[in-house]
């Protein structure tokens, strides 16, 4: 999605409006180690899942749920998941 959908026009539109967090779950990368067994357990314990991608948009606390997706999500589909957030021009 990094180096595809993202890069959409539209898309980097709506990312202005947005803090991205990255929460790496898989275990692949060492410079993550340990977290990435912890975001995983936040992960399955906060959202009920552990699918690989999974998008999720918040408010500013953490506490309301947008929107949430897990697996590919099109680019149209994307920017209608970040548009349910308020603000939306």
């Known amino acids: 999605m990094?180096?595809?959908t993202f890069l959409n026009e539209n898309i980097q539109k709506e990312?202005?409006?947005?803090?991205?967090i990255v929460l790496h779950t898989d275990g692949r990368d060492e410079r993550f180690g340990a977290s990435s067994q912890a975001n995983l357990h936040y992960l399955?314990?906060?959202?009920?899942t552990v699918?690989?991608?999974?998008?999720?948009v918040l408010d500013s606390s953490g506490e309301k749920i947008y929107w949430?997706?897990?697996g590919y999500v099109n680019a149209?589909?994307?920017v209608a998941g970040l548009q349910k957030a308020p603000g939306t021009n």
């Open 44 to 48: 399955r314990e906060r959202f009920g």
């Open 51 to 56: 699918s690989i991608p999974f998008y999720a």
């Open 15 to 20: 990312f202005g409006r947005f803090v991205e």
């Open 76 to 78: 149209e589909e994307f």
């Open 68 to 70: 949430r997706k897990e």
């Open 2 to 4: 990094e180096s595809g």
